[in-house]
């Protein structure tokens, strides 16, 4: 399975956009990237996954670098609600979803 | 909507007790996973399965057995639980194709073996 690497822990204030990175530089062609979350003392959601180009959807943005090496995922407007792990996870064609340490989000007032 | 659903939410067990964790899911999923959680760590696949009648080993098997009943239900089971197995329990759906699809996640079954 494709490893990615991640920060341990970032910071953040109210309101102020979240750029979390993930390194992916064994990525293969047809991987996709995907991203969850975890709150404290809940099941992992998901939050977004692409292939190549960047995506938007209503809880974030995914920007994808051209060599798929990288990836950032972009929280425009933190809240408190945001503090959580977030995962970056490399999806390949055996079904398996693999989880790594995440990056664990501090956000505050 | 239910979506995935795991019980219990709770167990206690003494070391030698066997137990199953229970799974469902209502979206009509062809793969279901097991995970389990230790404090302050991520995830670890235990077995998964793509389809009815099929299961596959994950990261961390050894000490669990599997069944998928049917395309609904998705079984854990400790024949013998040991302290080692103290954890939380994630089951997760996706349909198939799992690469373009998202993974749904049960709310966790909190497993502690004295």
């Known amino acids: 399975d494709a490893k990615t690497t991640q920060p341990n822990s970032m910071e953040s204030n109210e309101e102020e956009p979240v750029h979390l990175p993930c390194n992916h530089s064994t990525i293969s062609g047809t991987d996709y990237i995907h991203w969850y979350r975890q709150l404290p003392s809940q099941g992992p959601e998901y939050v977004i996954h692409g292939l190549t180009s960047n995506v938007n959807n209503r809880m974030a943005s995914l920007a994808i670098a051209e060599d798929r090496k990288s990836s950032t995922l972009i929280l425009h407007r933190a809240t408190l609600r945001d503090a959580a792990v977030y995962y970056c996870i490399l999806r390949d064609d055996t079904d398996k979803l693999i989880f790594g340490t995440g990056t664990r989000l501090q956000v505050f007032p | ?114």
């Open chain 2, 1 to 114: 909507n239910a979506g995935v659903t795991q019980t219990p939410k709770f167990q206690v067990l003494k070391t030698g007790q066997s137990m199953t964790l229970q799974c469902a899911q209502d979206m009509n999923h062809n793969s279901m996973y097991w995970y389990r959680q230790d404090p302050g760590m991520g995830l670890r696949l235990i077995y998964y399965s793509a389809s009815e009648g099929t299961t596959d080993k994950g990261e961390v098997p050894n000490g669990y057995n599997v069944s998928r009943l049917n395309k609904r239900e998705f079984s854990l089971r400790l024949e013998s639980a040991a302290p080692s197995q103290t954890s939380v329990y994630f089951c997760a759906s996706s349909d198939r194709g799992g690469r373009n699809t998202e993974a749904f996640f049960g709310q966790g079954t909190r497993l502690t073996v004295v």
